[in-house]
Structures are given as C-alpha cells and as structure tokens.
Nanobody, 127 residues
C-alpha cells in the first residue's frame, strides 16, 4: 500500500519561504511521477508542480514558476517543494500525489492521473 505524508507547512510572511516534504513509502517509485497540488478556501484544488522520480524532469504551473522548486531525494524517498517569495494567494492546503499512468509530464497537471494522495499540510502566508 502506497502512503504519502506531507510535512513542513505553517505560517510564513509575505515574501518568505517554506519547504514542504512528501515522504513516500510502500512501493518502488522509480516509475512514478510525484505532484503537488493545493486547495485554497472556497476554491478547487489546483496543480502546482510535478517531478518524475527517475530522471528528475519537472513541470510547473505558470503562477509558481521561478518561485517554487520541486526536487527529490531518492535515498530518503522524499520529494520537496521549496517555496520562495511567498504571496498571500499561495495560502492553501498543499497535497502531494503519486501516479504512473502516462509518459509525458504535462498530463500530470490533471488530478485524475494520480492514484495516491497524502492528507495535506496547511500553508498560510500573512500579508
């Protein structure tokens, strides 16, 4: 059984930084893509970034490109989301997810490409 556990959320000031972690267990992940999504109050969940576990290719939504960086540590089975230059509109619950149905990373902006989800971690940015 695949398990994903997010951590690292909290309160940050406008312009500040946070690093989220997604610890993965229960399955070899070499063929998987790990994605980060977020859901702000009253809004639908939206894609943030994705990384291919093997090879490390990355894909970002335009609103975070240049501010956020997704990376992975194979030895720790952990994917990170480094968030810099945070804005109030980044406030949301952040989720990580895993899937391996498609080859192209661009598909992984869609929730339906993921089979496993974590419980989420709250990020609040104060203005």
């Amino acid at each position: 059984q695949v398990q994903l556990a997010e951590s690292g959320g909290g309160l940050a000031q406008n312009g500040g930084s946070l690093r989220l972690s997604c610890a993965a267990s229960g399955h070899p992940f070499s063929s998987y893509v790990i994605g980060w999504f977020r859901q702000a109050p009253g809004k639908e969940r939206e894609f943030v970034a994705a990384i291919r576990w093997s090879g490390g290719g990355t894909y970002y939504v335009d609103s975070v490109r240049g501010r956020f960086a997704i990376s992975r540590d194979n030895a720790k089975n952990t994917v990170y989301l480094q968030m810099n230059s945070l804005k109030a509109e980044d406030t949301a619950v952040y989720y990580c997810a895993a899937g391996n149905r498609r080859q192209s990373l661009t598909y992984y902006a869609r929730e339906r490409e993921y089979d496993y989800w974590g419980q989420g971690t709250q990020v609040t940015v104060s203005s």
